[in-house]
C-alpha cells in the first residue's frame, strides 16, 4: 500500500485558521460568532478556534438537543463550554420538530435527521442575529466530500475554518488543542437517532476513507491507480460515486441564465469585496 | 556602497484603492525615518489580489496627474518606491504591474508575463499578459522586477540577468497551499527554495515581498526574504503578520562573489541563443 501521510502541522494549521476567522468575521463589522456544539468532534474544534481567535467571552456556543439526543451530547458540549470560558444557551429542539413530526405517522428516520439540523440551523441563525455573531461551521472536509450533511442543515454557516481538514486531521488538531478526551475518542456520531455512529451508516471507517480521498483528491490520483496503490475496487468506486453525486451540495443553486451577466457566471467577487 | 532596503508585507482592502493607498502613505513615512533607500511592497498592494471584476474599477496609469500615483510619485523624493498595481493602457488592457518610482518620476513599469490560470488561479481570464521582461537602471544600480509566477518560470529571471540586472525584486500575493507535517507551508518552502537558487546561480541580490492576510478562504503568508549573491539568507520576515522587514545590501558584494564565482563571466549566451534557434525551429 502507497505510503499515505495526513499529519498537519498542528501550530501551523491553529495559526491560519485563528486567523480566518478573525479575518473573515472582524472585516464584516463583527466581533463575535455563534457555534452549535453537538457534543461532537467536528462543532468542539471549530468552538475552541473560536475562542482563540475572537476570546472566548465573544463567542456563543448553543446546545440543542432534541428528546432523543443522548446526554453524552450534551454532558461532551458542556465539558467544552466550562473548559474554554465561552458564553452559551441551551435551546431544546423537540418543540420546533415535533408538531411537523405528528403530522406524518410514516416519516423517516432521515426526514426526521434532516428536520432536527434544519431546526438547528433556524435556531443558531436566530442566535446569530440575537448575539450579533456570525456562525461558525463546523463540516470537515471528508463529510462535505462524501456529501453526508443535510443541506441548509448543519452545512450551513457564515464560515468554516474547518472545512478543508479531513477527518482525521480534524481529530489531530483537536488533540493538540485540548479537546477533551471523551470528545476525540467516542465514536462519531450525528446523534439524530439512538445508536446511530457514522461509520456504519457509512459503512467504511473515516481513518480508510481519509486515505483514499487524500490520494484521490488532493494528490490527483486517477480511480485505476488507488487501486492499483491497494484499496479494495468497491470501495474505491462507491467513494468515486459518492463524491460526484453530491456534487450538489457543495454549490448555490445554478441560476438560468438569459442576460448578458449573470449572478455566478460572468458576475464575479469574492465575498470579502470591499474589505 | 550599501543599499537600505525595505520590504512591507502587508494585507490590504481588496478593492479599496484609496484605503490601500493611506496604508502606503504611512509605511513610507515610516520607512523615512529609518533612512530606508528603497521601499518595496507586494504584488497588487494598491488593490487586493482576486479582483474579478473589479479590475476595470482599481485601475490607475503612473503618471503624475493620477490621484493615486501623484502622492507617491512625491513621496519617491525621499526613497525609492516599488508599488504594485492594476495598470491600464491606453487600449483599455489590464496588467497586474509593478511601478518603479524614485526623485518623482517613474523609471520602470513591469507589467506580468505569467499569468497563473490554473488550480486555484484564474489570471488569465482577468488580465493581459505582460510581453517584455526588462532590466532598469537605478542610482543603485541596474535591477529587475517579476511579479509572483514570473519567477515560478526560470526564464524571466535569467532573462534579466542577462540584461545587466543585479537586483531582483521580487513582488507576490501568494497564497498559501500544501499543510503537511512541515512547520513551513509546501508553498512557502518552495519559493523560499527558488529565491535561494536564483541568487546562487545569478550571483546577485534577491528580495522577495509577499503580502499577509485573507481573501475569502485564501491566506497569504508573508514571510518576506533578501538573499545575497552568494545565496546567503540576509533577513526573513514573520509569517502571516504585517512587519516591515529592512536589510542593508553590501552591494560590494557582488563584486567579491563574482571574483570568486564567474559564473556571469562564463555563461555562453551564444551557446543559449543558438540551441533556443535550433529548439524553436523544430517542425
Given at each position: ?5 495526513l ?7 491553529r ?14 463589522g ?17 468552538c ?58 410514516e ?49 450551513a ?10 477527518k ?18 467516542k ?5 439524530l ?10 459503512g ?72 | ?39 518595496v ?31 507617491l ?5 525621499d ?45 488569465g ?8 521582461v526588462?532590466?532598469?537602471d ?11 509566477e ?26 498559501g497551499?500544501?499543510?503537511?507535517d ?15 537558487a ?34 546567503e ?21 557582488l ?16 551557446l ?12
Open positions: 500500500m502507497t505510503d499515505i501521510d499529519t498537519i502541522n498542528t501550530d501551523l494549521a495559526t491560519i485558521l485563528t486567523g480566518f476567522i478573525k479575518s473573515e468575521i472582524t472585516r464584516v463583527f466581533s463575535r460568532a455563534v457555534v452549535g456544539l453537538s457534543g461532537g468532534i467536528d462543532s468542539a474544534l471549530s475552541v478556534l473560536a475562542a482563540q481567535a475572537l476570546g472566548p467571552e465573544n463567542v456563543l456556543a448553543v446546545r440543542m438537543p432534541y428528546k432523543a439526543s443522548s446526554r453524552d451530547s450534551l454532558d461532551h458540549a458542556q465539558l467544552l463550554i466550562d473548559q474554554l470560558g465561552v458564553q452559551s444557551r441551551t435551546i431544546e429542539i423537540t418543540d420546533m420538530v415535533e408538531p411537523l413530526i405528528q403530522l406524518d405517522s416519516m423517516s428516520k432521515v426526514r426526521k435527521g434532516n428536520l432536527m439540523a434544519r431546526a438547528r440551523m433556524i435556531v443558531l441563525y436566530d442566535q446569530s442575529e440575537a448575539f450579533k455573531g456570525l456562525v461558525v461551521g463546523t463540516s470537515n472536509k471528508t463529510e462535505i466530500l462524501l456529501g453526508y450533511s443535510t443541506m441548509f442543515g448543519d452545512s454557516s457564515a464560515l468554516n475554518p474547518i472545512g478543508d481538514l479531513y482525521t486531521q480534524v481529530r489531530q488538531l483537536s488533540r493538540a488543542l485540548n479537546v477533551p478526551a471523551p470528545i476525540v475518542d465514536p462519531p456520531s450525528a446523534d437517532w439512538a445508536g446511530q455512529t457514522d461509520e456504519t451508516e457509512l467504511f471507517t473515516y481513518e480508510e476513507v481519509d486515505r483514499l480521498l487524500y490520494l484521490l483528491i488532493d494528490q490527483r490520483y486517477m480511480p485505476q491507480e488507488v487501486i492499483e496503490a491497494g484499496f479494495d475496487e468497491k470501495f474505491v468506486n462507491g467513494v468515486v460515486a459518492r463524491v460526484r453525486r453530491f456534487q450538489f451540495k457543495r454549490m448555490l443553486p445554478p441560476i438560468a441564465k438569459i442576460s448578458n451577466r449573470t449572478i455566478g457566471y460572468d458576475f464575479l467577487y469574492l465575498r470579502d469585496w470591499g474589505t | 556602497m550599501k543599499l537600505h532596503l525595505a520590504l512591507a508585507q502587508i494585507n490590504t482592502k481588496l478593492g479599496d484603492v484609496q484605503a490601500n493607498l493611506d496604508k502606503h502613505l504611512s509605511l513610507i513615512d515610516e520607512a523615512k525615518k529609518r533612512k530606508t533607500d528603497l521601499l511592497f507586494p504584488e497588487l498592494s494598491l488593490t487586493g489580489y482576486v479582483l474579478q471584476d473589479l479590475v476595470s474599477f482599481v485601475a490607475h496609469r503612473p503618471t503624475d496627474d493620477d490621484p493615486v500615483f501623484k502622492p510619485l512625491a513621496a519617491s523624493h526613497l525609492d518606491l516599488v508599488v504594485g498595481f492594476v495598470d491600464e493602457d491606453s487600449r483599455h488592457r489590464f496588467f497586474i504591474a509593478s511601478a518603479y518610482l524614485s526623485g518623482g518620476k517613474v523609471l520602470h513599469v513591469h507589467h506580468k508575463v505569467y499569468l497563473p490560470t490554473y488550480g486555484l488561479f484564474d489570471e481570464r482577468f488580465f493581459a499578459w505582460g510581453d517584455s526588462r532590466a532598469f537605478t542610482r543603485f544600480g541596474r535591477m529587475g522586477m517579476l511579479i509572483c514570473d519567477f515560478w518560470h526560470a526564464s524571466p529571471p535569467y532573462l534579466l540577468w542577462l540584461d545587466g540586472a543585479d537586483i531582483l525584486l521580487f513582488s507576490s500575493a501568494s497564497p497551499r500544501g499543510l503537511g512541515n512547520e513551513k507551508l509546501e508553498s512557502a518552502r518552495w519559493v523560499e527554495r527558488i529565491n535561494m536564483y541568487a546562487s546561480m545569478f550571483t546577485c541580490f534577491v528580495a522577495h515581498a509577499n503580502r499577509v492576510g485573507y481573501e475569502d478562504g485564501l491566506h497569504f503568508w508573508g514571510g518576506t526574504t533578501v538573499f545575497d549573491p552568494n545565496g539568507e540576509l533577513v526573513h520576515g514573520p509569517y502571516n503578520e504585517e512587519a516591515l522587514t529592512y536589510a542593508e545590501l553590501d552591494l560590494n558584494q563584486r567579491r562573489t563574482r571574483a570568486r564565482l564567474p559564473l556571469l563571466r562564463d555563461e555562453r549566451t551564444g543559449v541563443r543558438s540551441e533556443l534557434d535550433r529548439i524553436l525551429s523544430r517542425d
